[in-house]
């Protein structure tokens, strides 16, 4: 199956620091990356869909200012929390799908990233 | 907003015994697919069904969808210890996925 990597697994910082967080996708061409994001024992909030080249499209609620998403080339999506506080700790999940479409059974996800802000 | 909700939120089995999860939804859709998520990790495909099919196997995953209710159950048969995780149903809201509440399974060895 189609193998989607996430880096890092987990991360520890500072209040006010940023953090990158990394979704590749190693054996195929990721026309479109989901970012979600996971509070304990919750189901998957999505944040935005990321298309190769354009802006990513955000969820009501979600800051675009706080969680930068690129999407420069066909297997890398990133997200950077800005300026991290204790409440944006949480478990991070991206997903990847080659079709351009999340309905298809075709949506494959990174193992997550555990960011904690101290 | 979430359209797929669970219920039980949390159920605990012993070996060998069946785990039935239920899932309700809120619009009309092309499919419902199913997640599995162990701690602290990503999500895996368990299996799909389509808005015109009634039940679907999987090996000893059983998905029966009843659109007039909308709703659907997992079965899990003779279930084991290493099917300890959280399920999720999702439905697709445009081009989106949106995952139900979850169930917290716990089988016991």
């Known amino acids: 199956g189609a193998v989607v990597s996430q880096h890092p697994s987990w991360v520890i910082c500072k209040s006010g620091t940023s953090v990158k967080i990394e979704c590749r996708s190693l054996?195929?061409?990721?026309?479109?990356m989901f970012w979600y994001r996971q509070f304990p024992k919750q189901s998957l909030m999505l944040m935005a869909t990321?298309?190769?080249?354009?802006?990513?499209?955000?969820e009501q609620g979600v800051e675009k200012d706080k969680f930068l998403i690129n999407h420069a080339s066909l297997t890398l999506s990133t997200l950077t929390v800005t300026s991290a506080h204790p409440e944006d700790s949480s478990f991070y999940i991206c997903?990847?799908?080659?079709?351009?479409?999340?309905?298809?059974?075709?949506?494959?996800f990174g193992e997550g990233s555990r960011l904690t802000v101290l | 907003s979430q359209q797929g909700e669970e219920d039980p939120q949390a159920l605990s089995i012993q070996e060998g015994e069946n785990a039935t999860m239920n899932c309700s939804y809120k619009?009309?859709?092309?499919?419902l697919q199913w997640y599995r998520q162990n701690s602290g990790r990503g999500l895996v495909h368990l299996i799909l069904?389509?808005?015109?099919?009634r039940e679907k196997h999987s090996g000893r995953l059983r998905v029966t969808l009843d659109t007039s209710k909308k709703s659907s159950s997992l079965l899990i048969t003779a279930s084991r210890a290493a099917d300890t995780a959280s399920y999720f149903c999702?439905?697709?809201?445009?081009?989106?996925?949106?995952f139900g509440a979850g169930t917290i399974l716990r089988v016991k060895s």
């Open positions: 997903s990847a799908t080659r079709t351009g479409f999340a309905n298809t059974g075709e949506l494959f």
């Open positions: 054996d195929f061409q990721a026309t479109t």
């Open positions: 990321s298309n190769e080249g354009s802006k990513a499209t955000y």
């Open positions: 619009t009309s859709i092309n499919n």
């Open positions: 069904i389509r808005s015109n099919e």
């Open positions: 999702a439905t697709e809201n445009g081009n989106k996925l949106v």
